[in-house]
């Protein structure tokens, strides 16, 4: 691996393997990039895929073309990716546009803004209590273990323990063991499927 990379105020690096990865400004990456840390503060754009071995950190505004796939991820601020996201555990705050897979062990949303495709994980927990009455999280597919929403829509979800917690569109959740709704969900058709 090449030596880590700091950068402060406005540039570019080009993709590489490098030990560790700190952008702090405004930061172009160009080709796909693989470290050990990856960390960004401010506005973050990668034209490849983002690999590292240990932690991914984002806060700001960070939009990546490719894919993105760490141990620990987390992300605060407004954050945009093409393709796939994954990791073992996944922290999302804010505005998030994922416009590929979600695959991980456990993952936590907390946005009203938010445009996901699929979610394949263990445990998901997705709550927006800011936007309330108006929900704005979106996703197509969740398939986990555990599941734990509120304040979003969604298509499908695949699980074994479901629990709807308040203001939810659901239009389908096929479930293996329990289910929980609140009042203020609807969900259009719940039906239990063998383990």
């Keep these: 691996m090449n030596r880590n990379v700091k950068i402060t105020g406005i540039s570019k690096i080009t993709g590489g ?3 560790n990865c700190s952008l ?24 490849g895929n983002v690999f590292a071995y240990e932690e991914i950190s984002v806060n700001g505004n960070s939009k990546f073309h490719g894919s993105v796939k760490g141990k620990n991820i987390n992300s605060l601020g407004k954050i945009t990716i093409d393709n796939d996201l994954d990791g073992e555990r996944i922290s999302l705050t804010g505005i998030i546009r994922i416009g590929g897979r979600v695959n991980c062990d456990y993952l936590s949303i907390k946005s009203g803004k938010t445009i996901i ?32 929403i509120n304040y979003a829509d969604v298509d499908i979800i695949k699980g074994d323990e479901v629990v709807i917690g308040k203001h939810c569109n659901i239009k389908i959740i096929e479930y293996t063991k329990s289910i929980q709704v609140h009042s203020s969900s609807f969900v259009g058709e719940a039906r239990k499927v063998g383990e």
Excluded: M, R
């Excluded at 927990?125 to 734990?148: G, H, L, Q």
């Design 17 to 19: 393997e490098y030990e």
């Design 24 to 47: 702090n400004g405004v930061c172009t990456i160009l080709g796909d990039i693989i470290v050990n840390q990856f960390h960004s503060n401010g506005t973050t754009k990668s034209d």
């Design 117 to 148: 495709a699929d979610i394949y994980a263990k445990k998901v927990i997705i709550d927006d209590s800011v936007t309330s009455f108006n929900p704005k999280i979106n996703i197509k597919s969740i398939d986990a273990s555990y599941v734990d």
